[in-house]
């Protein structure tokens, strides 16, 4: 065992948090531009997208409520910000372009919820949390990309919310596989319960019934 990892556990890190329902699913920044490794993609993210329709297909016939995020600037980019001075590209990313558009494989049904955000985390600026809050959601199950930005920008917001977040390990993915696995690791230890796709559903279909959506 890594000394680091002995230095967490020291410390009382990495806690197990239990699976408590009623669960929901955010899916974060899974549109075209990000599947595409010549706009913003790369790593393992195609991967991660694949991982993902099995997920959302349980999602779906469980009822539970499902978020989708974008990121979406204003057509005159009167909304550019300091997000935009870090990554110009981001402002490329309007209402009606394609690298915009969430991927086929995974668009949203009637019913789910688009967040459309201009900073890395689906929480800040945006109405997701109430939302969730409304559907009595407890335990948040995470998607998306990439992993070291907007996912774990969103983890970190879920928490801080009163969430309980379940990272879905092999439903998210990065452009690059260190930081990838670094953010795993490092939710794992302070903020989010972090588990496989499979490990995921079977722990949730052995616990407690899972929350139904509740009438908005």
Known sequence: MHDEVQTYQRQGFGTAME??????????DFVNGFADPAVFGGGNIPEAIRNTQPLLRAAREQGWPVAHSRIVFADDDADQNIFTLKVPGMLTLKEDSHNSAIVPELAPAAGEY???????????????????TQR??????????????????????????????????????DRALGPHAANLFDMEQKYAT??????????ISQAAPAGVRAAA
């Open 136 to 173: 009595g959601v407890q335990t948040l199950l995470v998607a998306g990309c990439v992993t070291s930005g907007c996912v774990r920008a969103s983890v970190v917001d879920a928490m801080s919310l009163g969430f309980r977040p379940l990272v879905v390990s092999d439903c998210v993915g």
């Open 194 to 203: 972090v588990l496989t796709r499979d490990e995921a559903l079977a722990q």
């Open 19 to 28: 699976l408590r329902p009623p669960y929901g699913l955010l899916i974060i």
């Open 114 to 132: 688009v967040v459309r955000k201009t900073v890395p985390s689906a929480f800040f600026g945006t109405s997701l949390a109430a939302w969730l």
